[in-house]
C-alpha cells in the first residue's frame, strides 16, 4: 500500500476548507461530488504538494471528473474560484442582465454562468432574522388555493421571465421527457404467445426437423421500430429567447436514453439553414449550445423560411425524413418572401413528413389570427398547430405528440381564413 507523504500543516488549515467549499460549487455545478471524493482530494493535495498551479489542478480533476462533459464545468469553476483574485467581481457581471442599447451584453463562455451561480451560493451572506417578539401578533394565511411558484413558472412567458426564472425554467426544461409511440414496420418477429400471425417458413423449418411432422405452428407479430424527430428551429431576431429555452428542451430530449427516438435531427434557420445535430449529441448543456450559437451565423438575424425551406428540402429531407419522421417545427411564420414559394416548400415538407406539428408563440395572444402572409401560407400544411411560448406548452405537446387526431388550433383557424 502506497504510504502519503507527511506534511507540516498548519493548526488550523484553510486549504482543506477552501477544497470542502470547492467541492460544494461543484456539486452545485451538476457534478456529482460525495464526501469520499471530497476526503480524496484533500489526501491528493496532501501527496502532491501545493507548489505548481498546474499540478494543483490535475491533481484535483483526478479526483473530482470522471466524465468528458464534466470537463468545461470543473475548468471554470476552477478559474473563478482558484485563478481568478476577482471573482466575485467577475461572477456578479455575469449574473446581473444589461441594458440593451445602452451597454452591450457581455457573452459568458461555455459552463461559465453555471459556474458563477454555484460559486455565488457560498459569497452571498446570509440575511439576519428577525426575533419573534412577546407582544407580536401571528397571523395565519390559507395557502390552499394559491399556485407554487413552480406552477406559476409554468404557464409564464418565456420573455417575461427574469435571469432567474430563466435558470429555473432550464432546470426544469431538462426534466421533461417527449415520448413517443413506436411504428409497426413490415418485418416480424417470433412471439410464441402473442403473436397474431402464422408463421408458415419457420413453421415449416422446424416440421423439417421432425421428419415432416408438424407438431406446433409458430407464430410472429410485427416488430416495432422506432421514428426520428426532425427539429427546425427559427432563431430570428423575434424568436431569439424561445429558441433558446427550446433548444434546451431538445438537448435534453437527445440525450434521454430510451425515450423512443430512433435519431434527433436540429436546424436552426434565420437567414440560411444550419444543422446542430452532433452539437446536441454533447453531454453538457452548456457545450453544446455554445457550439451550436458559433455555428449558426445567422442568430438574431432576419427570417427568410421559404429559402431555408427550399435549402432543407433540396439537401438534407432524402437523408433524415424516412422510415416515418415527426417534423417540428418552431418559428412564428412571419416572413416577407414570395408567399407562394413558401407555401410550396411547406407542402413538400409536409408530404414527406409523418407528422408535421407548428410551434408557434404569437399563439399566447386571445385574439391571435392567421393575418400574416407567410402564416396564412404555411397553416394548410400542418398536422397540428399549437403554442410553444411556456414550459406548459411544452408539456402539452410531449402529450399529444403521440395522437394522430390532435390538431392543436388548426381548426379554429381555419375557420378564419
Not at 417575461?160 to 409497426?184: D, F, G, N
Not at 429555452?245 to 430510451?258: I, P, Y
Not at 415538407?349 to 391571435?368: E, T, V, Y
Amino acid at each position: 500500500m502506497p504510504e502519503y507523504v507527511p506534511l507540516e500543516m498548519p493548526e488550523t488549515p484553510r486549504l482543506a476548507q477552501n477544497i470542502i467549499h470547492f467541492a460544494r460549487a461543484l456539486r452545485r455545478a451538476g457534478l456529482p461530488v460525495g464526501p469520499g471524493r471530497v476526503i480524496e482530494a484533500v489526501r491528493a493535495v496532501e501527496a502532491a504538494g501545493f507548489t505548481d498551479r498546474m499540478d494543483f489542478y490535475w491533481t484535483l480533476h483526478a479526483c473530482f471528473v470522471n466524465r468528458p462533459e464534466h470537463r468545461v464545468v470543473f475548468a471554470q469553476v476552477f478559474r473563478l474560484y482558484w485563478r481568478d483574485p476577482r471573482f466575485l467581481e467577475h461572477m456578479m457581471s455575469l449574473m446581473l442582465p444589461a441594458i440593451r442599447g445602452v451597454q452591450e451584453e457581455k457573452r459568458a463562455a461555455a459552463a461559465e454562468k453555471r459556474a458563477a451561480q454555484a460559486l455565488l451560493g457560498d459569497q452571498m451572506p446570509d440575511l439576519p432574522q428577525p426575533e419573534d417578539s412577546e407582544g407580536g401578533t401571528q397571523i395565519e394565511i390559507d395557502a390552499s388555493m394559491t399556485m407554487s411558484a413552480e406552477e406559476k413558472l409554468r404557464s409564464l412567458d418565456f420573455e417575461q421571465m427574469s435571469t432567474e426564472e430563466i435558470a429555473q425554467a432550464k432546470r426544469m426544461l431538462a426534466r421533461l421527457t417527449l415520448p413517443v409511440k413506436p411504428i409497426l414496420s413490415r418485418r416480424r418477429m417470433a412471439a410464441p404467445l402473442l403473436g397474431h400471425r402464422l408463421d408458415r417458413q419457420k413453421t415449416l423449418r422446424a416440421a423439417m426437423r421432425q421428419g415432416g411432422e408438424i407438431r406446433a405452428l409458430a407464430r410472429a407479430k410485427q416488430r416495432p421500430r422506432w421514428p426520428n424527430l426532425v427539429v427546425l428551429c427559427d432563431i430570428s431576431g423575434s424568436m431569439s429567447q424561445y429558441s433558446r429555452m427550446v433548444l434546451h428542451f431538445l438537448h435534453a430530449v437527445a440525450n434521454e436514453k430510451g425515450a423512443g427516438w430512433a435519431k434527433v435531427h436540429a436546424f436552426t434557420f434565420g437567414t440560411r439553414l444550419t444543422n446542430i445535430s452532433r452539437h446536441l449529441a454533447t453531454r453538457d448543456v452548456d457545450a453544446a449550445l455554445k457550439a451550436a450559437g458559433a455555428e449558426a451565423q445567422d442568430w438574431e438575424g432576419g427570417t427568410r423560411i421559404g429559402q431555408c425551406l427550399h435549402a432543407f428540402n433540396r439537401d438534407w429531407s432524402r437523408r433524415v425524413m424516412g422510415q416515418g419522421a415527426v417534423v417540428l417545427l418552431i418559428t412564428d411564420g412571419l416572413d416577407r418572401d414570395d408567399a407562394n414559394a413558401l407555401e410550396k416548400e411547406m407542402e413538400r415538407l409536409h408530404l414527406s413528413a409523418r407528422r408535421l406539428i407548428w410551434l408557434n408563440p404569437l399563439l399566447r395572444w386571445d385574439g391571435f389570427a392567421p393575418r400574416a402572409t407567410g402564416i396564412r401560407a404555411m397553416l394548410p400544411h400542418v398536422d397540428s398547430f399549437r403554442a410553444g411560448h411556456s414550459i406548459a406548452s411544452l408539456e402539452d405537446l410531449a402529450q399529444a405528440i403521440s395522437r394522430p387526431d390532435d390538431a392543436g388550433e388548426k381548426a379554429r383557424l381555419m375557420a378564419l381564413l
